[in-house]
Structure formats: C-alpha cells, structure tokens
C-alpha cells in the first residue's frame, strides 16, 4: 500500500515545473490529484505525460469565486482534499520604486491571496477528516529582504511564511499539519530564461554547492511533507537553497 492511498491532493501551478514534478511525486504515492492552473493549454497538454487517478482545473487563484467553485469540483470527483500544494505564483524583480500598483495588486494577489482562499477552502474538510496537510511554497527572497527577487515578491512570500505560522497554530491540534518551502534557483524557465551564459557562471558562484536545485530535489521536500511521517512537522519553512541561507 502505497504512502499516501485513498487521498485527495491539490497542486496549483501543476503546469510548471515545479508543480508537475510535486504532483508527480504525490501520484507515485497513492494520491488522486487535482491540477490547478490559470493556463488551461498548457495544463492538460502536461497532464497527459502523468500517470495515476488525476483531473485538470482551469482557475485563477486570485479569485476567491473561481477557487471556491474549483474546490467543489475536485471533492466531487476525488474526494475531499486531505493535502494543499500551494505553489503557484508569479515573480517580480522589480524594486520598490519602481514596482506599480497593478503589479503590486497581482503579485499579492497569486502568491498571498490564492494560498488563502484554497486554505481556507480545504481546512473544513481536513477537519472533518482529522488529517491533512498544507504546503505552501515560499522563498529564499522571504528570508533575505529580495535578494533573489523584488519587493513584492519578497513581500508576498513574506506574507505566505507568516500564514504558515497561522495556520500551523490553529490547526496543529485537529491532525492537520501547515508548512512551507524557501526554495532558491530551482532549474526552471522562470530562472534559467532570464540568464545569459555570464550571469548564469556568476550566479552559480554565489551558490555553496555550486549548483541549481533540481525540480525533483524540490518535489521530495513536498513528498515528505505530505506524508504520514511528518505528522510532527508543523509551522516549519524548510530551506532548499544549497547553503544560500542557514538558520
């Protein structure tokens, strides 16, 4: 029997590569899991490489109507939710002055606000289940005032680190467990696209193990915070980010 049998798993941003490499791993494990992503395209085209009881939904996590309807899709045709990936978000490098309210507004709103609204519309059912887990994806950026990103986005993943502590308080005595990763320079287009050949070799000199995380490095930190044996991890940020921060 497989970790992880008979449960309902929700992945945001499973149409990247950090979010498929997570979704994978939870199906290895037994999982049925629910693909959320914003481009449905690109989503379904992913889905089809997966194996195991799955289903794709298209939503914008920034609206708490859309994620409210999602989530009673996915417990119609899964089950209820027993685990929460929220790893969906958008990055910002711009600094302070030079950061709009639109992007401002949008950044807070995909990186903050979705992981609310799907937190919130799971914890019931978890409750319910007395068992649960919640993974939220933050930042080495969180941890550092920006140095891997702009203000919003460090805000934002900011923001996600303390609901991590929220919920992990509220729910630590009902079975549900609530933590998060700082990842740093996973290998995924939204870091390695905007590299030249210089910056890359520069950049990699600043990493300890001299190296980029790969996606699946990051998708066994999700895989054993979902399972059963992390029961008595809660509130924790797990650093993934080659000795870039140690604390």
Request: net charge neutral; charged share 20%; with cysteine.
């Amino acid at each position: 029997m497989a970790a992880l049998d008979g449960r309902t798993a929700v992945v945001t941003g499973a149409a990247g590569t950090m979010g498929l490499a997570a979704a994978r791993v939870l199906l290895e494990d037994g999982a049925k899991v629910a693909l959320l992503d914003v481009d449905r395209p690109r989503l379904e085209s992913v889905a089809r490489f997966l194996r195991g009881k799955l289903m794709t939904v298209a939503c914008d996590i920034a609206n708490a109507v859309e994620v409210k309807r999602a989530c009673e899709s996915i417990e119609e045709e899964l089950g209820a939710v027993g685990i929460l990936v929220n790893n969906a978000g958008i990055l910002s490098n711009h600094k302070a002055e030079a950061t709009t309210d639109s992007e401002w507004r949008r950044v807070l709103a995909v990186n903050l606000d979705g992981a609310f609204y799907l937190s919130r519309a799971v914890l019931p059912g978890m409750r319910k289940q007395g068992w649960g887990r919640i993974v939220n994806v933050s930042s080495l950026a969180a941890k550092t005032g920006g140095l891997t990103a702009g203000t919003a986005y460090a805000a934002s993943k900011g923001g996600l680190a303390s609901l991590t502590f929220s919920l992990a308080r509220e729910m630590a005595g009902t079975g549900v467990t609530v933590n998060a990763i700082a990842p740093a320079y996973v290998k995924t287009p939204m870091v390695t696209d905007q590299l030249n050949e210089q910056q890359r070799r520069a950049l990699l000199a600043t990493i300890p193990v001299g190296r980029f995380c790969e996606p699946e490095e990051f998708a066994h930190a999700v895989r054993f915070l979902c399972s059963p044996h992390a029961g008595f991890v809660t509130g924790e940020v797990l650093d993934v980010n080659g000795g870039l921060q140690m604390d």
